[in-house]
């Protein structure tokens, strides 16, 4: 089997790449950007550059994407032809190549709105049952790739995977008000509670979606980090997190004191990653009380593949006229910081 693996040169695509290749399998990586993990460099846009890489390949792992970032950047026109038409000429090309596995890597922020519940209400239970209501141009891109998808696997046979990971990117939160209270590192360990999964997680959900598409068919799965929370907690977790957190993991609050964190103090959301876990055997090894573990040992609680990848620089948002492009007032923001879930209401963010 000779695995395509798009978007190369990215996180998720470098991950792949160097696992794939550290088990001796016959692996092929195209990206627009050069790097030591792209065979091929070109655009998923030209048809006739798709044709040519997937000639001898028997499987398709599809992570080639603009991200929530890039709508800062990019307009939508270049969404649609990277997101969409870049999509559709993989679908087709693999079709004619005899492609027998598809791996879409699509994302938490497909479900957009739907992740914001009103004032009062519970954080949202996210499964995969939760209907998707896209509020930017990069949610309604990555549904239409879905959708796309799930045509050809209907209508064409294709066996498809589509997995919608939560956040895995290094680089810092692209709210403002996030970033003025807390660290990175920080955040991050937050985000392992509810809406954050490790690289080396993504990787291993990846390989076992190629490894089982043809018997699945068409599927999809929320891939996150396991969260610790069950619906009984949602009501308490829109009002105090802490509380709930210091209930299960009674060491928290001494690790984060002694590093001088905080836990957010409300969240408005919880992946849950059940089916992926009892369909795909998928078996995450980092959740928070893995963040918990590495912080009494003085350990980076992140895998060593995702510390290898590192960073790539995604872009923030621009700032126009004191508000963000994406609609967050930069100075509400900067003036109420203390309740992570509410600022991110207003806010782009990644999932």
Partial sequence: MTVLVTGSSGHLGEA???????????????????????????????????????????????????HKPHVGTHNNRDFV?????????????????????????????????????????????????????????YGVTKMAAENLCELFARQRRLPVVILRTSRFFPEADDDPAVRARYTTPNAQANEMLHRRVDLEDVVSAHLLALAQARTLGFRRYIVSATTPFSRDDLAELRRDVPAVVHRLFPDCQALFEARGWTLFPCIDRVYVNDLARSELGWRPLYDFRHV???????????????????????????VRGGALSGGTDLTRARRNPTCACAARGRSRHRD
């Fill in 81 to 137: 032809d990277i997101n969409v038409t870049g999509t559709l000429n993989l679908l087709e090309e693999a079709v004619a190549a005899g492609v027998d596995a598809f791996v879409f890597t699509s994302t938490t922020s497909a479900f957009g709105a739907a992740l914001t519940p009103a004032p009062g209400e519970p954080a949202a239970w996210v499964t995969e049952d939760v209907a998707p209501v896209p509020k930017n141009i």
């Fill in 292 to 318: 918990l573990d590495g912080l009494r040992a003085g350990k980076d609680f992140r895998s060593t593949l995702a510390r290898e990848v590192g960073s790539k620089g995604l872009p923030r948002p621009a």
């Fill in 16 to 66: 792949l790449m160097r696992t794939l290749r550290a088990g001796r399998k016959l692996v092929r990586g195209i990206d627009i950007k050069p790097s030591d993990f792209t065979d091929h460099v070109g655009s998923i846009v030209d048809r006739e550059f798709v044709r040519a890489a997937l000639h001898g390949a028997s499987a398709v792992i599809h992570a080639a994407t603009l």
